[in-house]
């Protein structure tokens, strides 16, 4: 059986989610992959999507939610609902926040989307800290990539997930209070930015980063 | 001033749009998203890295964006499509970001993005339902303009529900 995958980045090609999508699939013989982004190939995505019984969406958390082009995805999917019903999915959402709290409305809309759409669905999985493991090197992202190849695994299979894996992966819904003291005294260090500052220097931007140019509108 | 934003994809609730459209509402900045362009946010972090606070789209969206930190009120109308607001809506909400800053603090307990402005206007969403909108659509959307509240750090009024078929003068007036 083959898999649907609709990565829903905003970026694309050259997004976090395609290496997430690169952990998950290991067990997959084939696999085809529509690009959301895309906006103005849905309809015929719809089409594509007629031929597959598994599908699987990967995207980043964008102000609470699911980035705008894959809502709109959605509300073309409603539109074709025959199309999709009884149809397994999974969804996967990331960001870039270390909390699993800011994706739980999203994880919580996601369920009641696939029961609009009469769909199986799967699970929904969060993973947090995604920022920059574009530009990670595979050893500081290696439990990550496992713990997702594994549920990839469970998913070709047929398998129901183990609830474990997910709580796992998800980690904690917010940080300990101790946890939380830390953090606030790294960012007194400015040990915290230091991944926005790298690149705000290399674009001679780091003087200008406080810039509020519609203060005065 | 209060920023109305209608997130109304198409002709489907023309009245509730003419009424609304007709209303004299003072102190008031009033876009309608369709007829406008604007694009999707393309995560580019332009916004956050290279050029601070400015979005490397040009185009209709800059109009509204200039508004938002001397915004007092920010009135979301979206309707319910698929059990959530429209994807006009959510890509507005999406091409906020230069509105904060991609350092993170800890605040009520949490990690979130430091503010680039001093204050945002405060939120109030009418949400015009469908046949199938259910409580828990609504609790489930109230709750994700809570975090987006909670995000920039202001209030959310509150949510507004116009069911189907039903009334809706009042809430005009009260807007």
Redesign the interface.
């Known amino acids: 059986m083959s898999l649907l995958i609709f990565n829903g980045?905003?970026?694309g090609e050259n997004?976090n989610s395609n290496i997430i999508i690169s952990w998950f699939i290991e067990e997959f013989e084939s696999t085809t992959t529509a690009y959301l982004?895309k906006?103005k190939q849905h309809e015929s995505m719809i089409e594509e999507a007629k031929s597959f019984d598994q599908l699987l969406f990967v995207f980043?958390l964008?102000?609470?939610?699911?980035?705008?082009?894959v809502?709109?995805f959605?509300?073309r999917?409603?539109q074709h609902k025959e199309v999709f019903k009884d149809k397994e999915v999974l969804f996967i959402i990331h960001s870039g926040?270390?909390?699993a709290?800011?994706s739980k409305?999203l994880e919580?809309?996601l369920t009641?989307?696939a029961d609009?759409m009469e769909m199986k669905m799967y699970g929904v999985f969060i993973i947090p800290g995604s920022e920059g493991f574009r530009m990670m090197p595979p050893r500081m992202t290696a439990k990550k990539a496992k713990q997702v190849a594994a549920i990839g695994r469970d998913y070709q299979r047929n398998i129901p997930f183990q609830k474990e894996a997910k709580v796992a992966l998800e980690g904690p819904l917010?940080?300990s209070?101790a946890k939380?003291a830390y953090?606030?005294i790294l960012?007194k260090l400015g040990l915290?930015?230091l991944y926005?500052d790298r690149?705000?220097k290399?674009?001679n931007?780091f003087d200008?980063?406080?810039?509020?140019?519609?203060?005065k509108? | 001033m209060n920023l109305i934003i209608n997130g109304i994809t198409n002709s489907s609730f023309s009245e509730f749009e003419t009424q609304l459209e007709q209303m004299d509402h003072k102190d008031s900045v009033y876009f309608k998203l369709r007829d406008l362009q604007i694009n999707y946010c393309q995560g580019c972090w332009d916004c956050w890295v290279k050029t601070p606070g400015i979005c490397a789209i040009k185009d209709d969206y800059e109009q509204i964006l200039s508004r938002i930190p001397s915004a007092d009120q920010l009135t979301i109308i979206t309707p319910i499509l698929a059990g959530y607001e429209s994807s006009l809506i959510k890509k507005f909400k999406d091409r906020l970001i230069p509105m904060i800053h991609p350092y993170i603090e800890i605040y009520k307990g949490e990690q979130h993005h430091r503010q680039r402005y001093g204050k945002t206007p405060d939120i109030k969403v009418i949400v015009l339902e469908d046949e199938d909108t259910t409580d828990e659509d609504i609790a489930t959307l109230t709750e994700l303009y809570k975090r987006t509240s909670l995000n920039l750090r202001n209030e959310l009024i509150e949510v507004v529900r116009v069911k189907k078929g039903a009334e809706f003068e009042h809430v005009l007036t009260d807007i």
């Open positions: 980045s905003p970026r997004s982004k906006v980043p964008y102000v609470d939610g699911m980035p705008a082009q809502k709109h959605f509300e999917m409603s926040f270390s909390e709290i800011h409305n919580k809309y009641r989307f609009i917010v940080h209070k939380a953090f606030k960012q915290t930015n926005w690149q705000l290399k674009n931007a200008k980063r406080f810039d509020a140019p519609y203060s509108m």
